[in-house]
């Protein structure tokens, strides 16, 4: 069975950090590429990152440059997302989501994905 499993999320205070996991069973992650989305109450999914499949090239939203950094290690076929400085604004539900390898990540950050995980919380409040 395919699947995509995040961990990491959890309750922080504003300037804080979290690293999330994005850890694949069933299937090769280094064949892929990878993204991470978010979704807060009210609002719609939004690409936050993405990975190329080699880790070479990576995009992120504007609300999040020079703030969270996107990784991947094949070996563990895990995708990370470091997340600095958190804002209250970075709450929400994050996924990681992957798609065929030929998918560019502009595309990929744009919601192109064929797998999805459950999502982890991320709850940014003093």
């Known amino acids: 069975q395919l699947q995509l499993v995040e961990s990491g999320g959890g309750l922080v205070q504003p300037g804080g950090s979290l690293r999330l996991s994005c850890t694949a069973s069933g299937f090769t992650l280094g064949y892929y590429t990878i993204g991470w989305f978010r979704q807060a109450p009210g609002r719609e999914r939004e690409g936050v990152s993405c990975i190329s499949r080699s880790g070479s090239i990576t995009n992120y939203a504007d609300s999040v440059k020079g703030r969270f950094t996107i990784s991947r290690d094949n070996a563990k076929n895990t995708v990370y997302l470091q997340m600095n400085s958190l804002k209250p604004e970075d709450t929400g539900i994050y996924y990681c989501?992957?798609?065929?390898?030929?998918?560019?990540?502009?595309?990929?950050?744009?919601?192109?994905?064929?797998?999805w995980g459950q999502g982890t919380q991320v709850t940014v409040s003093s």
């Open positions: 989501a992957s798609a065929d390898w030929q998918t560019t990540i502009q595309a990929m950050c744009r919601g192109s994905a064929d797998y």
